[in-house]
């Protein structure tokens, strides 16, 4: 096989929490509204939340948006840069965070039985619907 012409997924959700090291203070809110400021010229589909962010595009454009936040924080004199990504894609559709929540929303509220494929998919989507939705409401406190 030729590892070197294997393409990368189409389309991915991409959580990420990008942690600053090293700045003068202890809270990081302004670098963290300058990446939401990039993230938002990017283009690209977004929810932020109380502990990162949440990218939705093509594999390529995601990871690039997330190397130009590094950057862009290396530029302002951030010396270190840790983050936490973790990615998902399929195959079989294309599903954004939002039909995610929705899903469990769903579910909810028609009180359907759920298969354990179901319930394992709810599970996930329950966490993505609780940073994306209620904890969105803390961001402020959280970054503060």
Known sequence: ????????????LADFCLI????????VSSQIA???????????????HSAGTTLEGSWDRVHEVIGQAH??????????????IRVGSRT?????????????????ATGKEQTD????????????????GEAFDNLKAGWA
């Open 34 to 48: 300058e990446v939401q400021r990039l993230i938002e010229a990017s283009g690209v589909k977004y929810t932020m």
């Open 1 to 12: 096989m030729d590892y070197k012409s294997l393409r990368t997924p189409e389309h991915c």
């Open 92 to 108: 079989d559709k294309e599903q954004t965070a939002e039909d995610k929540v929705n899903k469990v929303k769903e579910l909810l």
């Open 20 to 27: 600053p090291i090293g700045t003068a203070s202890a809270s």
């Open 71 to 84: 950057t862009l924080l290396h530029e302002q004199g951030v010396v270190r840069i840790q983050t936490d």
């Open 117 to 132: 494929v179901d319930k394992a998919t709810a599970v996930y989507a329950a966490a993505e619907a609780y940073k994306a």
